[in-house]
Every structure is written in C-alpha cells, then in structure tokens.
C-alpha cells in the first residue's frame, strides 16, 4: 500500500451518523451497493468534492434518511482510519447530533434494505467492522481508532 517516495497519499473520506434516541442508535441494513451488501451500518456516505464534513453528514441524513439535520447542530465523535479488506484505507469520520427534523425512514430502499433501532451494547452480528469501531469508541469517548490494520 505504500506510495512511490514523492506521490501524496489521499484516502477516501467517509462521512456517518451515530443518531441517538431513546438510548438506541440507528442503523441501516446496506444492499445492491457492492460494499457489505447484508450487513448493518451506520447512516453515511462519501464526502463529496468541495463539501465540508458536517455539509456531507447533514446531505447524506437527508438522501438515506429523509431527515434534515443543520450542518452546524452535527457534532464531532469520533475519527476511525480503517483498511478495508480490498485494502484500501479510508477515514470515517462520525458525528452526532442531538436533534432533527422528521421522522427517520428508509430513503434509498433501492441501497437500504431497512432501518432500526439498537442497543448500542447489543448491536447486530452483521455490522460493518468499523462502524463497530465507532460506535463502540463513541460510547467509551474515544475520538480515534484504528480498524483492519495489521499489528
């Protein structure tokens, strides 16, 4: 994975929600997307060209979700850089946020087979392994992880 000496390295950006409510975190089952088609995850995406974190948090919530979240109610949480097992290394980035408008419904049922809520101390089996990550450093407070590295 390493860069001829001179080449900067860019990874991909990952922008993903942990929304709370009632003590239980929403999760979105992923399908017909080619990545962890089955398994749970987070709501989030690819950060867009020229579009800031919280934009992108606040776009995606909107596009999977149908719920408007303002860019600036998003909250920092947590970093993960995670290999993935193609080995491409990427960082998500998860934010939170205390409020919303609408009610969370499957927005993209074409890519989302459905959504529900979870004890974040019981979560799914099938879940994305760094969203596991995230999730688990969230409750813990810690803002870094790392996930799919080699030790």
């Not at 948090?57 to 979700?65: D, H, I, K, S, T």
Request: negative net charge.
């Amino acid at each position: 994975m390493a860069e001829p000496a001179g080449q900067v390295f860019r990874p991909h950006v990952g922008v993903h929600l942990i929304l709370v409510q009632d003590g239980k975190v929403l999760l979105l089952q992923r399908a017909n997307t080619g990545f962890a088609d089955g398994y749970w995850s987070v709501p989030g995406g690819c950060l867009d060209e020229g579009e800031s974190l919280p934009a992108g948090a606040a776009r995606e919530a909107l596009e999977e979700l149908g719920v408007v979240i303002d860019k600036d109610d998003l909250v920092f949480a947590h970093a993960c850089h995670h290999a993935d097992p193609d080995g491409q290394a990427r960082l998500g980035m998860f934010f939170t946020a205390s409020q919303w408008s609408g009610e969370p419904v499957n927005a993209e049922p074409h890519k989302c087979a459905r959504i529900a809520w979870f004890d974040p101390a019981n979560l799914p089996q099938q879940i994305v392994t760094y969203v596991r990550a995230g999730i688990q450093a969230y409750r813990t407070g810690r803002t870094f992880s790392l996930d799919g590295w080699p030790e």
